[in-house]
């Protein structure tokens, strides 16, 4: 049999070849860099640890605990420490604790008589129709008003997507909101009676999940990964070529500035959707790819910065802190890396990852490393009070960041669900198709691993 061709070494196309391997299925994976893990990056240096891209993994499913059961990672893992429970909002200038149960949202300063009187009239509202394509704005002012857009979903918003709440789908960019609505006319209703659905699946919410690392960060499960492939793993060889023949699929890709071709079985894209489209195909029945360099990613740049303790006057004491845009802070926020699981900074130090950019700000994040990091210094001295300069600085700009599942985004999908119809042993997953979050890829990788191997064995 000949092997399933993985284009891409970031944690989906990882994920998918370990499964596969651990079918007897033989993979080769083609990585355009020279490192596999894609934005999963995690340094090391004078005591401080920096992630280059996401800095937990939400334990969302017990898919994702099997994992890192499989890969030998139980002994590395790190849960989140208790006191890192707390999120905060920005308001009036100052940051407020999230209300930890919705029953106490009541008597929070976050929110005004009139919004919270709105969130108790929630159940009442009406469902929008099933075919009705909403943008998430339109869909907050529909059932909750104006003041939980700007103070609640627009952070969340830029926090998960560094995205524009204008923009993104409902049904795209947050499906299961989508789903409660349509299940159970309420938000509210949906998160009390869904509830008994995902007990019963074993999956758990993204709001109680726990929030998972390891010892030296999140790099530690692609490179053990990357590790288990071998000589599996091809490194610096991006592909040029995707061709269909009566045997299956050749992959041509460069190495060492020679072309290098591969027969496979079956093809696995796990890379971006705007390097697909780059990537010349050869299939008959195979729709046009180009539309899919369509797709936003906008610019984003980490600033993770270490202080002294000492200097930061703000508790720490929790999660981190996000910024509705209406505060007008150049960041949009702010997570609290070493409150978050030890082993990020020295001892009597802290270490804080800012993001700016996004949608927002898309301008921003292409700023100088020092005109950014002066500042995240700024905000964050109007924000957690610090006194002090930095004493470890680390940039790290990704210039098409995160996948914007804007509204229209289902032609996209549609046109991805006709190549895998099309195009007989071409599969497609991946961050810009089954979720952006961490979690969602791992899961993809997982599930589309088991739906090539059905078509080996077919």
Not at 174 to 197: D, M, N, T, V, W
Not at 222 to 248: F, K, N, S, W
Request: proline share 6%; hydrophobic share 40%; net charge positive.
């Amino acid at each position: 049999m000949n092997s399933v061709a993985i284009i891409g070494g970031g944690i989906t196309g990882l994920t998918a070849a370990f499964r596969m391997q651990q079918q007897g299925l033989p993979v080769t994976v083609y990585e355009a860099s020279s490192r596999p893990g894609g934005v999963i990056q995690s340094v090391r240096q004078n005591g401080y640890l920096a992630e280059y891209g996401p800095n937990s993994l939400l334990e969302t499913s017990p898919k994702i605990g099997a994992l890192i059961r499989d890969a030998g990672l139980e002994s590395r893992r790190l849960y989140s420490l208790p006191e890192a429970e707390n999120r905060y909002l920005v308001r009036y200038g100052r940051t407020i604790a999230l209300p930890k149960n919705p029953v106490r949202i009541f008597v929070s300063p976050l929110f005004s008589i009139r919004a919270k009187l709105a969130l108790l009239m929630e159940p009442l509202g009406r469902r929008a129709p099933a075919n009705v394509e909403e943008s998430v704005e339109q869909f907050v002012l529909r059932r909750l008003g104006r003041e939980f857009l700007d103070y609640a979903i627009n952070p969340l918003v830029s926090g998960i997507y560094a995205g524009d709440p204008a923009r993104l789908s409902v049904p795209h960019a947050f499906p299961k909101l989508h789903a409660l609505e349509q299940r159970y006319g309420s938000l509210i209703l949906g998160q009390i009676l869904g509830a008994r659905a995902r007990k019963k699946s074993g999956e758990v919410s993204k709001q109680e999940a726990k929030k998972v690392s390891f010892d030296d960060g999140l790099q530690v499960l692609t490179d053990t990964l990357a590790a288990r492939l071998g000589p599996a793993m091809l490194l610096d060889a991006p592909v040029l070529r995707i061709e269909e023949t009566p045997q299956g699929w050749e992959i041509v890709a460069r190495r060492n500035g020679q072309p290098v071709r591969g027969k496979h079985s079956a093809v696995l894209y796990t890379g971006t959707a705007h390097a697909l489209s780059t990537i010349e195909v050869r299939c008959q029945h195979a729709p046009d790819l180009s539309p899919l360099a369509q797709v936003y990613y906008p610019p984003v740049a980490s600033i993770v910065l270490g202080f002294r303790r000492q200097d930061v006057a703000h508790p720490l004491d929790g999660f981190g802190v996000l910024i509705p845009k209406v505060e007008k802070f150049s960041i949009l926020g702010t997570l609290f890396s070493s409150s978050l699981f030890p082993g990020r900074a020295p001892e009597n130090h802290v270490t804080l990852t800012s993001y700016v950019g996004g949608v927002r700000h898309p301008e921003l994040a292409l700023h100088s490393a020092d005109e950014l990091i002066n500042l995240t210094v700024q905000d964050l001295r109007r924000l957690l009070g610090i006194g002090g300069q930095p004493t470890f600085r680390h940039h790290r700009l990704y210039r098409r960041a995160i996948p914007q599942y804007e509204v229209g985004y289902g032609y996209y999908k549609k046109l991805m669900d006709d190549v895998e119809a099309k195009a007989s042993g071409f599969f497609l997953a991946g961050h810009f198709r089954n979720g952006i979050s961490l979690g969602d890829s791992i899961i993809a990788g997982l599930d589309v691993a088991g739906r090539v191997a059905a078509f080996a064995k077919r």
